[in-house]
């Protein structure tokens, strides 16, 4: 599906104005029959240039949802600031369907006012109208919680721009080998914050559904052991640290339990983990590699990667207080490599890396039809994890032998890259609503 | 027995190599200086003695089979190749014959695949290195088994000749280099 190419970089949008944007996103795949909103300039009355550009950052935040087609500033023939000043037959001429239009106030003492108003050009009605006040450093956030809102008005389903990723980079040192660094961003890639660096390989990253914390692997002792971490106080615990493998951690959906993978029985097992006492209940027995856990949204099931029926295939197991209840029933039959599931927030739909001809995409199976559908299309895509709303997979993969992010919306639509200016960057985790 | 079968094929080979002269002197491991009183004491130190074929020294003898430390396996396999057995069969001699030694069995994969899944395949990959020497009379306090599945490769480009070399179990003797 996604082998034709649409309207190649429709938008490109360079992050530079705060000196700390690391990745930028290149939008690669277009969005045919996308909903065309003009989002007008803010009316600001400061003598100095407004502290953020309200109006673009929200366009660029509707145009990355695939769903929007944001009407070129340079093209408006007028700039409202409310409801009142809208001259709707002019938006109805120029094929606009939605308009969004407000104000930015100082409040003079550091905070700010923010208003604006959605409203269906069509209709000439206002479909929402809010005032946010906000910290000038907060801004950013204003803006993207105002797309949630727009999105949440004309599509009815929740946004996801008020949230963040995590995602670990490489970067060669001279002959002094990698860094490795763990960072958070905002979900486009403003805001980056270091929170783990080590010249030792690193992996596995997974955000706490509570937002604060985040669950890693890192090599720093010399072999892989697992280490939560609060990524606003920057403390750190060491949860698991048996001899053998300590890989692939995820938090259970209430926050309070990891699915993880040991090898301290011999070989690759998934246990689980409960945080606050380190009590482990042991889910699989199979010689063979049993890793790469993840929670169904209820938390009753757990879906795994085995090569137990000789390569690696999906499996999904029932849990109960005393570990599995039931035998682990096999989810794919699709190729002989189906690895790394993660299960979409409506429990609905699973991602994972598939490969085909010798080449590594992510594809979704359905879990009611049984629908699979490979929607990724270069070769070494991997750790694919979905928006909290669970309308886009961010995942890793390689552009010109460089590590890069991309993000493919769930219907294929909408295709994305997010790069660093130099280094890799790879292993995508995209955390909950409450991240912040 | 085949243990002796082993040590008889090993010396075999090593055999003429081993008098090669003008080996460079090596910072010696753990123990290396009692090694030669105490080479009477079993079969697996036969041949441990000075410019023997389990001689220390031969660890850094470009042409002994000991020089090479790294055994390289096939696509999702971790079945070791006959190649691989004889670099193994090797080492694992020389272990026998020197217990103060310890070795790390790191695990490695290609960048193809998952990283997780990965880990676990380096670690199954090391693990049959590991089976086969603890057969050959090694004892399991010699052997460390360490995976990084896809995260240290040797070979950066993303080709089939990179993959290859990627797709390893490399040997490090601790307390020696």
């Not at chain 1, 429709?10 to 795949?29: N, R």
């Not at chain 1, 502290?51 to 500033?73: K, Q, T």
């Amino acid at each position: 599906m996604l082998s034709r190419i649409s309207a190649i970089l429709l938008l490109s949008l360079t992050l530079v104005s705060q000196g700390e944007a690391v990745l930028t996103i290149d939008i690669t795949e277009g969005t045919e029959g996308a909903v065309s909103i003009a989002v007008v300039p803010f009316e600001w009355s400061g003598k100095t240039a407004p502290p953020v550009s309200l109006a673009n950052i929200v366009a660029a935040d509707l145009h990355r949802s695939g769903y929007f087609s944001p009407f070129p500033e340079r093209d408006m023939v007028a700039r409202p600031h409310d409801f009142k000043q809208v001259n709707f037959g002019t938006w109805r001429a120029a094929n606009v369907d939605y308009l969004v239009a407000g104000r930015l106030q100082s409040l003079g003492d550091g905070t700010y006012q923010v208003q604006f108003q959605l409203m269906d050009v069509l209709k000439g009605t206002q479909l929402a109208g809010y005032s946010i006040r906000s910290r000038e450093s907060d801004l950013r956030r204003t803006a993207h919680q105002m797309s949630d809102i727009i999105y949440k008005a004309i599509t009815g389903k929740p946004g996801a721009f008020d949230t963040r990723i995590a995602y670990v980079t490489v970067t060669k040192k001279g002959k002094q080998g990698n860094v490795y660094q763990l960072a958070v961003a905002d979900a486009d890639g403003y805001n980056e914050q270091v929170i783990y660096e080590s010249t030792q390989p690193l992996m596995s990253p997974d955000w706490a559904p509570d937002g604060n914390h985040v669950v890693y692997v890192s090599f720093a002792r010399g072999r892989s052991e697992i280490y939560i971490q609060n990524i606003f106080t920057r403390k750190t615990e060491r949860v698991a640290d048996f001899k053998g493998l300590n890989s692939a951690p995820e938090y259970s959906p209430d926050g309070k339990r990891l699915a993880l993978t040991l090898s301290k029985d011999g070989n690759p097992e998934v246990y689980i983990m409960d945080i606050a006492s380190k009590r482990l209940q042991r889910i699989t027995r199979n010689s063979a590699i049993d890793t790469e856990p993840t929670w169904m949204p209820d938390g009753k099931s757990i879906v795994f990667t085995s090569d137990r029926g000789g390569s690696p295939q999906l499996y999904q197991v029932s849990i109960s207080n005393n570990g599995a209840s039931g035998r682990p029933r096999r989810l794919t039959y699709e190729g002989n490599y189906n690895a790394r599931p993660t299960v979409s927030p409506d429990g609905r739909n699973i991602a994972m890396v598939h490969r085909e001809q010798g080449k590594f995409r992510i594809a979704l199976l359905e879990l009611n039809t049984g629908r699979f559908r490979v929607i990724t299309d270069s070769r070494l895509d991997e750790s694919p994890s979905f928006a909290p709303n669970g309308s886009m997979i961010i995942y890793a993969t390689e552009d010109n032998y460089r590590g890069v992010l991309a993000a493919v919306s769930v219907d294929g639509r909408a295709q994305q890259k997010l790069r660093l200016k130099s280094g890799d960057v790879r292993e995508p985790s995209w955390s909950s609503f409450k991240a912040h | 027995m085949p243990k002796f079968i082993t040590t008889l094929f090993v010396i075999g080979m090593v055999a003429s190599l081993a008098a090669c002269s003008g080996l460079k002197p090596v910072e010696k491991g753990k123990g290396t200086g009692e090694a030669a009183g105490e080479k009477q004491q079993g079969d697996a130190r036969y041949g441990a003695e000075a410019g023997g074929p389990l001689d220390i020294k031969q660890l850094d003898n470009p042409d002994s089979l000991l020089s090479v430390r790294v055994i390289y396996f096939d696509l999702d396999s971790s079945q070791v190749s006959d190649e691989g057995r004889e670099v193994l069969s090797t080492h694992a001699q020389f272990l026998s014959a020197h217990p103060e030694l310890k070795v790390v069995l790191e695990g490695h994969t290609d960048e193809r695949g998952t990283r997780e899944y990965n880990l676990a395949l380096g670690e199954r990959r090391a693990k049959a290195v590991q089976q086969l020497m603890l057969l050959q009379g090694v004892s399991e306090d010699q052997i460390q088994v360490i995976s990084f599945g896809e995260e240290r490769p040797v070979a950066l480009d993303h080709d089939e000749a990179a993959w290859k070399l990627n797709r390893r179990v490399e040997i490090l003797y601790s307390g020696i280099q």
